[in-house]
């Protein structure tokens, strides 16, 4: 179920790669939000790529899991903590909701 | 170049796109604590560290100090997010303007960023958004801005006949939104092109636009002919000195455009102008510090006899252009003010009488120049102590035979 769900990008947050480092940050700051930028790493990175309000949580999981050789396991956690976190900032929602 | 100081140089080097990687290595070696302290410095106080931290990125320098980079990078994504959200916001207002067939064009600002130098985090962002609306729909536009959140800058507290003195005075209103809790943008309606050392025909401004595709958002914007004189005689705006990222800007200008360029069309429509000056040293001084060519024929015609170019030599040197105007003193300021009344009068004028005009009409500002200069009515006490102020360097020579000294 989890797996199908789609998700798509906040337009109110932008990202830019500097020196081969991924960064979000908000448009419009609020007061407890002042100068926030957030760095990605490498794995962050390409979920932020991939998510595009077309492939489902599960199609980005099979892509990762090609490209990186991390354990399925791990990658699913590490994976599961990056959406949680973009959801916490308020980056990314799940399409529909 | 080869005149200015190690970090100057440098600074200027980085800059340019014709720069030696090498050279530039060889030189940041012999660079101390100070060296870089003094480049930042130099980089941020003329607002050219988006477009220095990229073309330090490009480089690939070898031993730039981290710390160095990470102020800059710091520098660099906070402009980059606060030009983001202004060009958001100038599309949201200009569409609806367009909406509403109210013509409007954006002056400099994050529009600029795009055009000259194909990405928005290179180049400094304004403190607010300025844009060009005909007199004539003012108040559709003012209208217009109310209907999307903005209220005028002073809470609305002006009454209508406040209002229509600063706008009859000062040429355009000043409106903010609050998009979120802790960010505000500010947007200042022009109906003129005030502040430029020389007037700006605004029909010949409207005359010469062309459409410029903003995220497929059509939006008007001067001719590269236009916008060149322009940012020519914007860069002379600041107390009357040249500005370097101005000069940047014309550099980016003739580098995107150089083959586009109608050096004919600028030479038609400045050679019987006052802003024959300014261009000819806004362009002879940027191509000094960026390097790049200008058609030999076009400089001939513009320029200036040798009086007037012994006299831009001193006022508009490397020093004056590095180092701002606010670093000096009071006795600055007098020399200062006796060297902006007679002799850039008389490098603007196109004859004798027209430069007594141009003091005459300093000396002896009409009103509505001088509300339009501190954006308020003067009673006539403070125009008198304005031009007593005026003259002050004056009565100074006479007395003690010196312009300026405590």
Partial sequence: MEDEKILKKNPDIVSRTIEDETILMPIYKTSDEINCIYTLNQVAARVWELIDGKKSLGKIKKILSGEFASPEKELDRELAKFLKDLKGIKAIKVKGQ | ?406
């Avoid at chain 2, 529009?111 to 990405?119: C, E, K, M, Q, T």
């Avoid at chain 2, 409207?206 to 059509?218: A, C, S, T, Y």
């Avoid at chain 2, 914007?221 to 705006?237: A, D, G, K």
């Avoid at chain 2, 109608?262 to 806004?282: C, G, M, P, Q, Y």
């Fill in chain 2, 1 to 406: 170049v080869a005149k200015l100081k190690e970090i100057e140089q440098v600074f200027i080097y980085i800059l340019r796109e014709d720069n030696n990687r090498d050279e530039i290595n060889k030189r940041i070696q012999q660079f101390d604590e100070d060296d870089w302290r003094g480049l930042f410095e130099l980089v941020t106080k003329h607002g050219l560290f988006p477009v220095f931290y990229n073309r330090l990125l490009s480089l690939k320098l070898e031993n730039t100090p981290p710390e160095f980079l990470f102020r800059l990078k710091n520098a660099f994504l906070l402009n980059l997010q606060r030009n983001i959200l202004l060009e958001r916001e100038l599309s949201r207002i200009l569409i609806y303007f367009k909406e509403l067939n109210i013509p409007a064009i954006p002056l400099k600002g994050p529009i600029l960023a795009r055009y000259l130098y194909n990405d928005l985090g290179l180049r400094q962002a304004p403190c607010d958004l300025d844009i060009l609306v005909r007199s004539e729909q003012f108040e559709a536009a003012e209208d217009a801005l109310s209907k999307i959140n903005y209220i005028p800058c002073n809470n609305g507290r002006d009454t209508l006949f406040q209002r229509n003195l600063k706008l009859k005075y000062a040429r355009q209103l000043s409106f903010s939104c609050n998009l979120v809790d802790g960010t505000g943008v500010l947007v200042e309606l022009h109906v003129d092109l005030r502040g430029l050392f020389v007037y700006f025909p605004l029909e010949y401004f409207w005359r010469n636009l062309k459409e410029f595709d903003l995220d497929g958002n059509k939006i008007l914007m001067p001719t590269n002919e236009t916008l060149l004189i322009y940012l020519s005689l914007v860069s002379m705006t600041l107390s009357e000195f040249i500005e370097l990222r101005y000069l940047y800007d014309i550099y980016r200008l003739i580098l995107k455009f150089k083959s586009e360029l109608d050096w004919l069309k600028i030479t038609e429509s400045i050679k019987n102008t006052r802003h024959k000056t300014a261009v000819f040293f806004s362009l002879t001084l940027s191509q000094y510090f960026f390097y790049f060519a200008i058609p030999k024929d076009f400089l001939r015609i513009i320029k200036p006899n040798i009086i007037k170019r012994f006299l831009l030599r001193i006022w508009i040197n490397k020093n004056n252009v590095l180092y701002k105007r606010t670093n000096r003193d009071y006795s600055w300021y007098c020399f200062f003010t006796a060297w902006h009344y007679f002799v850039t009068s008389y490098l603007y004028s196109k004859s004798i009488l027209d430069c007594i005009k141009i003091i005459r009409s300093k000396i002896f500002l009409p009103m509505n120049e001088m509300v339009g200069r501190y954006s308020q009515p003067l009673s006539n006490a403070s125009r008198s102590l304005y031009i007593k102020r005026l003259l002050k360097p004056i009565s100074r020579l006479l007395k003690k035979g010196v312009v300026y000294g405590r």
